[in-house]
């Protein structure tokens, strides 16, 4: 029983060091006062102060930032919608054609979108990256919604017709307050969806719409520089406050239920 | 008191698909009455009660408020509440709010919301529930919220749907008298929803008692319990001893029946013109059956027969016995305990005689 116990306890150990330990070694390094990601000098945050003097990351991180807000924000109304429908109308299909994004290999989705805008001549930048980004996001959203639809009492939208309220009026005052939390996760889900999402937007993105992770990636190629780690840090520093809130705000979504 | 017409339900209909839930019930409820409707789970009460409500609509029929059909309008132009099972109180809303709501919803200034959702408070007994949210609050307290809730725009009609069940039988029965002086203090008609028979008879003025999608009977509680006009009724109201035979011959209101195994009795006071040779059942409640070790001063139109203690259950108050008769019949007898303590009359197997007067049963058809 004790031995059990302690075999468990370290080959816990060993998948949770193989998980994370590259993300510490990435946050480490992203400190190390030496321009090699071999061995600790000492302290610096001087790769941050780097990191905020150049012209292309400040670019990049911007435009990340912009196609994040705005692919979260439409997805979030498409998908809240599509989640609505699918709770409403129980349709295999509708909700096959909602949720296939999300299964769908990337590397898929990115060449049928890069076909796509090409065929109906649309000029590759921020506004195709946008676009792509809504079409896997909105998914999420979905799922996210009705997870929180499906805990809901069905009766409560029943009482408050009841009491006096029009079907709008309802959804505005009882339904969609209610659904809340659910929308904010989602909305938060695709906006970490989004901000570091690489294939898609390697395929959709034109000249001088540099994203984050593709600002990286093109770094990265000459050598793993200590900007890289620094900014990296960044990223995974944004994207853990945003998942956190999200999770507070619906649990039942990373719970799975 | 002039009695008025509130609700006609028309011959109305519901089906799900091959399951008919409702078929052709017509029902008067009257302005003021606290009406039940009584069945077992299945019987069509909450899909009727539904379709009062306006969530569904019916297949055929008319429901008909102040001789005007109801059913194009939406629930919400209804001037009839429900309280829900699990009182549905709003979880993103205070009690305040929740109560606000029905006012809101209709349109009223803010200053006198206000003054209605305190005095509605007031009148639950739960002022300093105010600002809290209904998570926090009792299932006794949310009841008296949805009620409050339902009552505070004064509707024509309240729909209950089995308000009652989610609370231990203590509160149900201190609930069943606070609502029993509410609807008599405010007048507003009341459409209640069990399928508790016990909770129907202490409620209500009348009840109608559904069974398949149909009803059976409607009628007020005494005569339920006393005149049960099936089978049906006389089992699911209350407890009921049913005898089954044959009708020999009648005079007037004058009965004698041939029942199998144990010979004829006489049934007086009989409301219905029997058919000679018709097969039926004499029903009998446990309490108006008489036992004893040996029946003295038998009454000349009471009907008596020996048998065997067969079980016995101690009940506190009363003490049930299980008496088999010469044709093998179980019946159910009833004797109080009058002193402290149980009184044990009898033990199993002993031998008894059972008796009942010439009123105690009621005899119904096949």
Redesign the interface.
Known sequence: MQRKNVLLWISAALVYLFLYLPLVIVVVFSFNDSRLNAEWVGFTWKWYGKLFHNQEMLTAAMNSLIIAGVSAAVATVLGTLAGLAMEQSRQRLLQMLVLAPIAMPEILMGVSLLVLFIMVNMTLGLLSIMLAHITFCIGFVALAVQARISSM?P??V??????????W?CFR??TL??LMPGILAGALMAFTLSIDDFVITFFTAGVGSSTLPLQIYSMVKIAVTPEVNAVSTLLMLLTLVVITVASRLSPAVFRGE | MEITELLEIVTVSRHFDDFVALDKVSLHIEAGEFFTLLGPSGCGKTTLLRLIAGFDQPDGGDILLDGKTILAAPPERRPLHTIFQNYALFPHMTVAENIAFPLRMAGIAKKEIQARVAEALDDVRLPDKARQYPDALSGGQKQRIAIARALVNRPRLLLLDEPLSALDAKLREQMQIELINLQKDIGITFIYVTHDQGEALALSHRIAVMDCGKIVQVDVPERLYGVPNSRFVADFIGKCNLLEGRVREQQGDSVIVELDGLGPVHVCRSETKFAAGSRCALTLRPEKIRIAAAIVNSADDESHFTGHVHDLLYLGDVTVYIVTLANGLLLEALLANSASGRTNFFEVGDQVEVAWSCDAGHLVLD
């Open positions: 009492d009766g409560l029943e009482a408050a017709r009841d009491l006096g309220a029009s079907p009026r005052e009882i307050p209610l």
